[in-house]
């Protein structure tokens, strides 16, 4: 049986706190989310009537500052997952050396079942029900999952019409227009982008020799792709939901954004090979990147996975058991806490510049990521080595300790 996302991210805490000795108090404090809030969201339909969605927003931990994290519309969306990616949030912002804690929002619905009024109704409900939990010094939610910029400047404006003044530091991920930041769009894929680089380097493997499969062509796997083949990777393999398509040669990211922009999918793709979305899986290549939704990789389909590199693009791809098969069989996962922290590294660049109404260049982001991304991989990776345990328990071990440290500095109040 798969581990549930919040049984996952448990595990790997304990994993964490007992490599580090860490004080059974402060573990239980960080086992337990902050605050948990479980919404409805009365929505009224294009035809009159009203349909109810049941909307979360969770605060795991706010002892390094205001909690930070993305919100998820998705049928699937619970309080289970929900707790765990605010969880891995934590972790994620600590690494980077980041001043948030983790959060977590989502409602259990398919925006692309909503019409546009729909959802722009929808969301502003959600967001004056979580209205107390929000806020610029408290908790800035960010785009996740069948979420993107419109849907944050509903939220901005929502809060913003609630407070009487506009408030563009309340999210990330907004349109330029409205605060948001150069570089975001595409932040998270360069921040894989980067962290590939780095560990091909540390492996000593040449990047023109290097083939890359890519499963989930969304916000951050598509760009993914790009930044890949411009890196001198080959990309032979692409999927998303429907299907995807693999060409030993490499698949050109021109013609496939092309294709993609027409038939929204990259299935049936006519410069490469069909494939299912479990076959990328098991492509035969040098750097998997899940970069979709969690437990894709799990006891069912370790075995069958041939990369001996794994970069997570998304949240929680990786199953616990599956980490298992990976680390008897020596291949190197990167985490999904370091690899796809480009996100909330430019997020909080955004929020930096919203606080002092002050932007940069894209250059400027683009650099301070790389710097952050980089100098968390080694941090990583020195960790590691000197403990002699996988990257992903040196990840966790380094956020969790950074959380400790802070906790207790700051005590336990009263």
């Known amino acids: 049986m798969t581990d549930s996302p919040w049984q996952a991210a448990l595990t790997q805490l304990d994993d964490a706190a007992l490599?580090?000795?860490?004080?059974?108090?402060?573990?239980?404090?960080?086992?337990?989310?902050?605050?948990?809030?479980?919404?409805?969201?009365?929505?009224r339909m294009d035809d009159g009537s009203?349909?109810?969605?049941?909307?979360?927003?969770?605060?795991?931990?706010?002892?390094?500052?205001?909690?930070?994290?993305?919100?998820?519309?998705?049928?699937?969306?619970?309080?289970?997952?929900?707790?765990?990616?605010?969880?891995?949030?934590?972790?994620?912002?600590?690494?980077?050396?980041?001043?948030?804690?983790?959060?977590?929002?989502?409602?259990?619905?398919?925006?692309?079942?909503?019409?546009?009024?729909?959802?722009?109704?929808?969301?502003?409900?959600?967001?004056?029900?979580?209205?107390?939990?929000?806020?610029?010094?408290?908790?800035?939610?960010?785009?996740d999952v069948g979420t993107d910029?419109?849907?944050?400047?509903?939220?901005?404006?929502?809060?913003?019409?609630?407070?009487?003044?506009?408030?563009?530091?309340?999210?990330?991920?907004?349109?330029?227009?409205?605060?948001?930041?150069?570089?975001?769009?595409?932040?998270?894929?360069?921040?894989?982008?980067y962290?590939?680089?780095?560990?091909?380097?540390?492996?000593?493997?040449?990047?023109?020799?290097?083939?890359?499969?890519?499963?989930?062509?969304?916000?951050?796997?598509a760009p993914a792709v790009r930044l890949l083949s411009d890196l001198g990777c080959k990309v032979v393999g692409v999927s998303d939901v429907h299907g995807g398509a693999f060409n030993g040669g490499g698949l050109s990211h021109a013609e496939l954004e092309e294709y993609h922009r027409g038939s929204g999918t990259v299935s049936g793709f006519p410069g490469g090979e069909a494939l299912t979305n479990e076959e990328l899986l098991s492509l035969d290549c040098d750097v998997l990147i899940p970069a979709a939704l969690e437990g894709v990789l799990n006891e069912s389909n370790a075995d069958e996975?041939?990369?001996?590199?794994?970069?997570?693009?998304?949240?929680?791809p990786t199953t616990p058991g599956a980490d298992k098969v990976f680390n008897d069989r020596g291949v190197f996962v990167v985490p999904d806490i370091l690899a796809n922290s480009g996100g909330v590294t430019v997020s909080y660049f955004e929020w930096v510049q919203d606080i002092q109404a002050f932007f940069w260049t894209e250059d400027e982001v683009n650099a301070r990521l790389r710097s952050i991304m980089e100098r968390a991989y080694v941090d990583v990776l020195a960790l590691a080595q000197e403990r002699g345990v996988p990257m992903r328990v040196a990840a966790t071990m380094l956020g969790v300790a950074r959380v400790a440290e802070a906790h207790a500095t700051r005590g336990l109040f009263p």
């Open 149 to 193: 910029e419109q849907i944050m400047a509903w939220i901005m404006d929502t809060f913003s019409m609630n407070m009487g003044y506009s408030v563009p530091g309340v999210v990330t991920g907004k349109p330029l227009s409205v605060g948001g930041s150069l570089g975001r769009a595409e932040a998270t894929s360069r921040g894989v982008m």
């Open 305 to 316: 996975v041939k990369a001996r590199i794994i970069v997570e693009a998304a949240n929680g």
């Open 19 to 43: 490599a580090l000795e860490l004080d059974q108090g402060v573990l239980e404090v960080l086992r337990h989310p902050k605050r948990v809030l479980e919404v409805a969201v009365p929505t």
């Open 195 to 221: 962290v590939t680089s780095a560990t091909l380097k540390h492996r000593g493997l040449s990047v023109e020799d290097t083939r890359v499969a890519v499963q989930g062509y969304g916000k951050v796997g």
């Open 50 to 143: 009203v349909r109810v969605f049941t909307g979360f927003r969770v605060h795991h931990n706010t002892t390094r500052g205001p909690s930070k994290g993305g919100i998820r519309f998705h049928p699937d969306v619970d309080m289970d997952e929900v707790k765990a990616l605010a969880m891995w949030m934590t972790w994620k912002c600590a690494i980077a050396g980041i001043p948030y804690g983790g959060a977590k929002g989502g409602v259990a619905v398919d925006p692309k079942r909503l019409s546009q009024g729909e959802l722009a109704r929808m969301t502003r409900r959600y967001a004056s029900e979580i209205l107390p939990l929000i806020g610029p010094e408290r908790d800035i939610p960010a785009p």
